[in-house]
């Protein structure tokens, strides 16, 4: 018992220690399988915050912050791309759709108040809680004058409102999440990570998890030896012709090795070196000749790079302008694989118009492909640094727009800093989807600013919620945290209901809908981790902004309703 107490003493002294300890849990726990179940390092780690939180631990609120707008950002910053796209099939569709869950949700919380026999109070913390939303607690408690009772009565009924939240929170947190990510896509007929994938091929996302790359090559480059008379003495870029669209990247003449805008003929007997698609290469050795081995000759360095066009002698031309103009200056031993415009790919034919701030993926050797992106712009190379600058500036910016208030009939009514910085994520990742030369975070940076944010938001708010826990249910017995169980997932499947058949929403943007309808951040974290993708981001996003307007009036309206 004195290793526990001290153990316990330590932990309240150094609350720091008891955040990490409440991480180490839950990402490991989360991280086990029993049979085809788990948990998820999400919801085992606001589990682990609850229980940890008995011995009374308290974080700070700013950390809690802290953690949950490095979340927002990194969702809202991975899917603005994909987001603005879809935001002009869904946009209005999601806000109804948000609107019948926000209502379906009060019918819940009011259905099981009164069948209960609770007070507006009790009603007012069963909803916040339920919809883990503190925008509903604080607005039901700033304005329980509406009940007309005495400053002490007052008093007594806002302590009930936060004891009915904190009893009905860690369900309406942890269960939606649970109920959403494993019951959802079950309940929809629908396999996740297909579907997400599916959807990412659609709108030209490429999610790639890092060490894994496919096997196919759509460009490869193999040695011949040039053994046919017709094709003897022709100049490299003559040669080309011949290939169906391949290239000769380099040759072998006697001792020496020579690079394709080499103007010399190719003599008979030399190796080439030849690039190009697999169906142009199971032609070469039957045009040029035998397939050779040479390790020096094709151990030149390639590079696959992106270049952004910002120069506007290389914009307004054709795919065919650019290769005959450009290309034709290194032999025409680059090769463009893909164009990028707004973030969305598109097949490079030879008509296709290049325009200002496209993005050009080009392979090739090394030095070329570096001299042809300075004639044509701006190198974007993967890089491991972020630019927090870009980052912290989001947050800033979107913070403060979200901290707006506007009164309407004395009730405050903002998007919170919170929507704000969900929202500039969207908008600094289109923009990064855009202008290419700055802002860029690598995809492993995102996974901590994501997992580690929402986690470690949820770790504190598990602390901080476990006395409150145990009181509540001292008081109000199961039946309150039951209430919260209904509360909690009637709306969801309110909503999983009318996105399959009504609204016929994309199954993985339903479910991040519904996620956002219920303000459920945890279930949104959930999802993406079963999901394996941030599809479900697309969906959240609209219906989370909305039904914390919603909600917030909502915490007055349980409170007139239930009098």
Same mark, same amino acid.
């Given at each position: ?390 980052? +912290?500036? $989001?947050?800033?910016? =979107?913070?403060?727009?979200?901290? @707006?208030?506007?009164? #309407? !009939? /004395? &009730?405050?009514? %903002? *998007? ?49 919620? +476990?006395? $409150?826990?145990?009181? =509540?249910?001292?008081?109000?017995? @199961?039946?309150?945290? #039951? !209430? /919260? &169980?209904?509360? %909690? *997932? ?65 915490? #007055? ?7």
């Amino acid at each position: 018992m004195q290793i526990f107490q001290a153990l316990a003493d330590t932990l309240r002294h150094n609350p720091v220690i008891a955040l990490f300890l409440t991480l180490a849990l839950g990402f490991w726990f989360g991280n086990l399988k029993f049979g085809t179940f788990s948990l998820g390092a999400v919801t085992s780690t606001l589990i682990a915050g609850l229980l940890i939180g008995q011995l009374h631990i308290h974080i700070d609120p700013a950390v809690q912050d802290t953690f949950f707008m490095m979340f927002l950002f990194a969702v809202g910053y991975s899917v603005g791309p994909v987001f603005i796209r879809a935001l002009k099939t869904d946009g209005l569709p999601q806000v109804a759709f948000t609107l019948i869950v926000c209502c379906s949700g009060l019918g819940a919380a009011y259905v099981a108040a009164r069948l209960l026999g609770y007070d507006p109070a009790v009603a007012a913390g069963l909803l916040a809680g339920s919809y883990t939303n503190s925008g509903t607690l604080g607005v039901a408690t700033a304005n329980m004058s509406e009940l007309g009772l005495d400053p002490q009565q007052t008093a007594s009924m806002a302590s009930l409102v936060a004891i009915a939240y904190a009893v009905t929170y860690p369900f309406g947190a942890v269960g939606s999440a649970w109920f959403l990510a494993t019951l959802g896509p079950k309940l929809l007929g629908i396999d996740l990570v297909h579907e997400c994938k599916q959807y990412e091929t659609k709108m030209g996302a490429h999610g790639t998890e890092p060490g894994v790359e496919s096997a196919s090559r759509p460009l490869t480059t193999r040695s011949y030896r040039l053994e046919n008379n017709d094709l003897a003495g022709q100049s490299p870029r003559d040669l080309n012709g011949a290939f169906d669209g391949a290239v000769i990247t380099r040759y072998r003449q006697g001792n020496k090795i020579l690079e394709p805008d080499a103007h010399a003929p190719v003599e008979k007997g030399a190796t080439l070196a030849i690039s190009g698609p697999q169906r142009a290469l199971l032609n070469a050795e039957r045009i040029v000749g035998p397939e050779v081995e040479d390790p020096e000759l094709l151990a030149y360095v390639v590079e696959q790079m992106d270049v952004v066009v910002t120069r506007k002698a290389a914009a307004n031309r054709t795919v065919r302008e650019l290769e005959q103009d450009e290309f034709t200056r290194f032999g025409r031993s680059i090769f463009l694989l893909r164009v990028t415009r707004a973030g969305q790919a598109i097949e490079p034919s030879p008509d296709l118009v290049i325009q200002h701030r496209d993005v050009l993926t080009l392979r090739g050797a090394r030095k070329f492909v570096e001299d042809l992106a300075t004639s044509l712009g701006y190198a974007d190379r993967r890089t491991s640094r972020s630019d927090i600058a870009f980052m +912290g500036a $989001g947050i800033v910016i =979107g913070s403060l727009v979200g901290l @707006i208030t506007v009164h #309407v !009939a /004395g &009730i405050p009514l %903002s *998007l919170s800093a919170f929507v704000g910085t969900l929202i500039a994520g969207l908008v600094f990742g289109y923009l990064r989807s855009i202008y290419r030369t700055f802002g860029a975070i690598p995809a492993p940076a995102l996974w901590v600013f994501n997992n580690v944010g929402l986690s470690g938001f949820l770790a504190v708010v598990g602390l901080n919620a +476990g006395p $409150g826990l145990t009181s =509540g249910l001292a008081t109000y017995g @199961i039946s309150l945290f #039951v !209430a /919260g &169980i209904f509360s %909690s *997932l009637a709306p969801l499947i309110v909503g999983l209901a009318l996105g399959k058949y009504l609204f016929r929403f994309h199954p993985a943007i339903l479910l991040g809908a519904c996620a956002g309808a219920r303000s459920a951040t945890p279930a949104l974290g959930a999802l993406q981790e079963a999901a394996k993708s941030t599809i479900p981001a697309i969906g959240y996003t609209i219906p989370y902004a909305v039904s914390r307007i919603v909600l917030a009036i909502f915490g #007055v309206v349980i409170l007139l309703v239930m009098k």
